[in-house]
């Protein structure tokens, strides 16, 4: 008997944390990825070529949600799968509120359950995800070093009111904060040295942060182990960023934060990280657009 192979499913390509599709993060989206394997999925998210691209399918049992509102989702670099991703999750969450209307998703992620809300606000669709349990963790000096050597920073460039952590909101990022907004315009690293660094300590992407005001931050995302020299909108990083901040105290329990990146690469996006003294849950919100087949 013949095996017959699925059809390539539809697959979209939308920006998250900007309106403009010339902004943000793109990602790609595939709203029915049923019948695709890790290969193929992989192959998909190579030949788009975006930090990430995420394919929904149907939920596992007892995931609950709204029936048709409910999915696992799988998240793949050109290189690898990643456990989570937020900008492709507000991509993916604002692709599906267009075409069946705005509301509730649940999400059944690697990482845990991620629950998304999109609501209309002025004429956009903007998404909100709710991250899973964060966790800020010590890193060690010689690491710190390590990571410095390959981003070619000096100690004296890191702001010492924001001490170097790994933190996690459904994927590792390791925090380190310059001093100057120069430096944090300065990118320019070892690639392949950075990736062996950061595969080491399963790190998703560095979140290099300046600090503009007491709720405003600059940010970039170095990210060689998906096979992308940067990153220009990382939800997944701002999530883990605000646990962070909450944790050392930097910003207040109950905060709204705006996080600007992308602009350093000509993609300005921003990114809204919410902050709620009684859950220890991270909000991270964003609108989108789709981007042109031409573009």
Known sequence: MTSHPHPRPEILRYTAFSTDPAGGNPAGVVLDATGLDDAAQLAIAAELGYSETAFLTAPPEGLGGEPGRAFTVRYFS????????????????????????????????????????VAEEGGALRATLTSVEPAVLDVGDDDIDEALRALG????????????????????????????????????????????????????????????????????DPFPVGGVVEDPATGAAAAAFGAYARELGIVAADAVLTLRQGADMGRPGELTVTLRADDARVRVSGTGARIPESS
């Open 78 to 117: 050109p290189q690898a799968e990643v456990p989570f991703c937020g900008h492709a999750t507000v991509a993916t969450a604002i692709a599906f509120a267009e075409r069946h209307g705005p509301g509730d998703l649940l999400l059944a992620t690697r990482a845990g359950t991620v629950p998304v809300t």
């Open 153 to 220: 920073w000096q100690r004296s460039e890191l702001d010492p009111a924001f001490p170097p952590r790994i933190a996690y909101a459904g994927a590792r990022h390791l925090v380190l904060a310059a001093s100057a907004r120069s430096r944090l315009a300065e990118l320019s690293y070892d690639f392949d040295r950075l990736a062996a660094f950061m595969r080491t300590l399963d790190l998703t992407t560095l979140q290099l942060v300046w600090r503009e005001s007491g709720t405003v931050f600059h940010v970039r």
